[in-house]
């Protein structure tokens, strides 16, 4: 039962998964809230003979997990909630971008996402916590430095369709060097409804 795992009085607290195993109680407690950690690498990237032009991919960070538990209506909707970016190597020339979603898997860098839709950067649009849609003013919503070995996050609330769901970094500066030393980690919690 939900209440004897969530209970601390409980002689089954913290047992999170049902005596018959099924793990209906990390459904009730998780539900549709989803975390996803993406690893970038702009290795190979090939903007030290390419020119990289805004909005150009990077690199293809993953995708989200758009399962949901048994007994859920199927899901139509993603809300990007919160994003965290940590640039832990810095790529060693000027260059700022921006974290995407498109609705192809798989797509070469050095070529816009199909179906585009910037997520966090200067150019995203962001719903402020009432739900009314407004422009990206907020510092943490600025474009990601690649060059600068720091945390940038925002709480975007964005609602993409379902199909919108593969993540992309991609650059905002025209980029025509080398910056295959970058590295970064992304963190994106979001619901699926």
């Excluded at 050095?110 to 995203?124: Q, S």
Aim: proline share 3%.
């Amino acid at each position: 039962m939900r209440a004897d795992v969530l209970n601390s009085n409980s002689s089954d607290y913290g047992n999170l998964m049902s005596k018959s195993g099924s793990g209906d109680d990390i459904h009730v407690m998780a539900g549709t809230k989803k975390w996803s950690s993406f690893v970038g690498s702009l290795a190979n990237t090939n903007a030290a003979d390419t020119t990289y032009a805004d909005n150009d991919i990077l690199v293809q960070l993953g995708a989200f997990d758009t399962s949901l538990p048994d007994g859920y209506a199927t899901a139509t909707k993603i809300i990007v909630e919160r994003i965290i970016v940590v640039v832990s190597t810095v790529c060693g020339q000027t260059h700022v971008g921006h974290i995407d979603a498109g609705t192809t898997g798989g797509e070469s860098t050095n070529a816009a996402p199909t179906g585009r839709v910037e997520l966090f950067g200067a150019g995203a649009t962001q719903l402020d916590p009432e739900g009314y849609a407004k422009a990206t003013t907020v510092t943490e919503a600025d474009d990601l430095n690649f060059n600068s070995a720091s945390i940038y996050w925002c709480s975007p609330g964005i609602v993409l369709p379902v199909a919108t769901n593969f993540i992309y970094a991609c650059t905002t500066t025209t980029v025509s060097a080398d910056v295959t030393a970058g590295r970064f980690t992304c963190q994106i919690e979001y619901s699926v409804l």
